[in-house]
């Protein structure tokens, strides 16, 4: 079974800006909340669309995931007949330090000025140097995840 296990950050400053060396714009919106899943279409760049299922508990260090490509136009329409307004916009920017990637997102609109790093490792008790950018981890806290947000 896919599993994913990431830590999430808030961002302390913009000093990580300079490192970033991919910027991609993505729409993800969220199907209607189930107790055993979170569904989620992503839109990247207005180009490419991926289908996600994740168990429900947002707050878990690491947690099952499956994604899928689908063709841009169904996720349109998923976007819009599933999803109404449980949708995030952000900019995520890809981040090289320490020997790992960060994924740091931007989010646009009603949950801007909220940045979010996030560190995907391959074991939960994986060392991770800290970069000087890095804020208080939000990892356990359910405020912070997408599907969260999507609903305020």
């Known amino acids: 079974m896919p599993l ?6 808030l961002v302390a400053n913009d000093s990580w800006r300079p490192r970033a060396t991919t910027v991609t714009t993505l729409v993800q919106g969220y199907f209607q909340r189930r107790d055993d899943a979170c569904i ?15 168990n ?9 995931e499956f994604e899928y490509p689908i063709p841009l136009d169904q996720a349109q329409q998923l976007l819009d007949q599933f999803c109404g307004q449980r949708l995030v916009h ?4 890809l981040v090289p330090c320490h020997g790992h990637t960060w994924e740091i997102d931007e989010f646009l609109g009603r949950h801007a000025p909220l940045v979010i790093a ?17 804020g208080t981890e939000v ?6 995840a997408n599907e969260t947000l999507a609903n305020f």
């Not at 429900?56 to 099952?64: C, I």
């Not at 990892?139 to 912070?144: A, K, M, N, V």
Request: glycine share 6%; hydrophobic share 35%; charged share 40%.
């Open 4 to 9: 994913e296990i990431e830590r999430k950050f």
């Open 40 to 54: 989620r279409i992503r839109i990247r760049d207005g180009a490419s669309a991926r289908l996600t299922i994740k």
């Open 56 to 64: 429900a508990h947002p707050g878990l260090l690491a947690r099952a």
């Open 90 to 93: 952000k900019r995520r920017h």
């Open 118 to 134: 996030e560190i995907e490792l391959d074991t939960p008790d994986q060392p991770f140097d800290r970069p000087d950018w890095l």
């Open 139 to 144: 990892t356990g806290d359910i405020r912070y």
